[in-house]
């Protein structure tokens, strides 16, 4: 199966759409999304709908319980403010998608979550030593795929596999269509083949001051807009 995964949309509709016409351009068997829909864009519901039509599988990222919440405490305060205000954009159906969307999924030979499959609601960052490794313990699949990063990332079980082939297991953060944080402002999608056990990560551009415009014309913090046009 030649997959598709998305993570981290967060209410970017520009970055979600220049992502889809890539994988259109590319052909697939199916796309999945990792998590977080919404929080810090501006266009929640727009964003849900579209990857309500186009995903097969999505799993529930920190910032959708949030919104679904209204803002909770784990989120920064810059998203608080997003989750309060895409609360308020979005529908009911879409708020209850939300809320019913799993932690974890599996497809093929490959686990979806958000941030860790060990655990998977605690929303644990992968980003310190050790942490990536001991998350082999918690999937069973050769391959789990993440995003919560927003940097994307592939380690493997053994020492220096810095690159998803056959005959190994990896853990890959896959980086985030509306919120990349590496200092590219271009929408992350991976590409992953669960047959031939091979990777790619594709970076997209999109029209990145027309989402920091409409961030800042939705009252978000402008701190929000900023952050698209460094990747940061």
Not at 54 to 74: K, L, P, Q, T, W
Not at 203 to 231: F, M, N, Q, T, W
Request: glycine share 10%; proline share 6%.
């Amino acid at each position: 199966m030649r997959l598709a995964v998305l993570a981290d949309v967060h209410s970017n509709l520009e970055a979600l759409q220049a992502v889809l016409a890539e994988v259109d351009n590319r052909g697939v068997d199916a796309t999945v999304c990792l998590g977080d829909v919404v929080g810090y864009g501006a266009d929640p519901q727009a964003c849900v709908d579209l990857v309500r039509e186009r995903c097969s599988i999505v799993v529930r990222g920190n910032h959708d319980e949030g919104v679904v919440a209204g803002g909770v405490g784990y989120l920064p305060p810059d998203g608080v403010a997003a989750a309060i205000h895409n609360q308020r954009a979005l529908d009911d159906e879409s708020l209850a998608w939300l809320k019913a969307l799993p932690y974890t999924a599996v497809v093929e030979t490959a686990t979806l979550v958000h941030a860790t499959p060990e655990t998977p609601h605690l929303w644990l960052r992968a980003d310190s030593f050790g942490v990536p490794q001991r998350q082999f313990e918690h999937f069973d699949t050769p391959v789990c795929l993440a995003g919560h990063l927003h940097v994307p990332a592939v380690v493997g079980q053994r020492m220096g596999q810095l690159r998803v082939r056959p005959g190994g297991r990896f853990f890959v953060v896959v980086g985030a269509v509306g919120q990349p944080r590496d200092g590219n402002p271009r929408a992350s999608v991976g590409f992953l083949d669960t047959e031939a056990m091979t990777y790619e990560l594709v970076r997209v551009p999109y029209r990145v001051d027309e989402a920091a415009r409409k961030i800042v014309e939705a009252g978000l913090p402008s701190r929000l807009a900023e952050r698209l046009k460094v990747g940061a």
